[in-house]
């Protein structure tokens, strides 16, 4: 559900990769995982908190000196996995758990080392278990660094519950959205 809010489509928060909040609001924490990405146990990982929102997730994060490639300049498999990361998590909000089956990732501009990236994904189309999402990153001056598009599949139900048992998170439990596939 978006609404607007000083003239901006303002989307509602549903929580982040750490932790969401129920239908009944309460909230539940992810047990920490090893995620290249997302987790927070990987030391040599991004680090990164995605904030998930209806059909949307978001995140920022500054490029650090060991993910540059060539001359200075933030690598593109880096970029491209900053997209990637944003563009799965967005199908969360309709209580699903979902990976990438497609991804196709056009490069605008290059991101510099100590610059601030922001990321969006956004569900554009959903038939049962498929997601066609879209998403961008953008550079701290609002320049287009990255865009993509890619198809996500969800997880089947019993697949779905298997993970929540293993992140933490009681049998049953929906995030705001629909009830599932």
């Known amino acids: 559900m978006s609404a607007r809010v000083g003239g901006e489509l303002e989307t509602r928060r549903i929580g982040d990769s750490r932790a969401i909040v129920d239908a009944q609001g309460r909230r539940y924490a992810f047990a920490d995982h090893h995620c290249f990405a997302c987790g927070a146990t990987n030391p040599i990982g991004m680090g990164l908190q995605i904030d998930i929102g209806d059909g949307e997730a978001t995140t920022s ?6 993910y540059v490639g060539w001359s200075d300049k933030a690598h593109g498999g880096i ?3 900053l ?3 944003v563009m799965a998590w967005a199908p969360s909000s309709f209580d699903s758990w979902a990976v990438t089956a497609e991804l196709t990732v056009r490069f605008r501009s290059p991101a510099s080392p100590g610059e601030q990236l922001t990321a969006v994904g956004r569900v554009t189309e959903r038939r049962r278990r ?4 879209s998403g961008e990153v ?3 001056d609002g320049r287009l660094v990255a865009e993509g598009h890619g198809r996500y599949l969800g997880a089947t139900p019993a697949e779905k ?3 929540k048992s293993e992140y933490g998170l009681p049998p049953g439990a929906e ?3 629909t009830a599932g596939e």
């Open 79 to 81: 970029i491209a996995t």
């Open 130 to 133: 498929i997601y066609r999402v």
């Open 175 to 177: 995030v705001p959205g």
């Open 138 to 140: 953008r550079g701290a």
């Open 61 to 66: 994060w500054t490029v650090g000196d060991d």
């Open 83 to 85: 997209l990637d990361e």
């Open 161 to 163: 519950e298997r993970l």
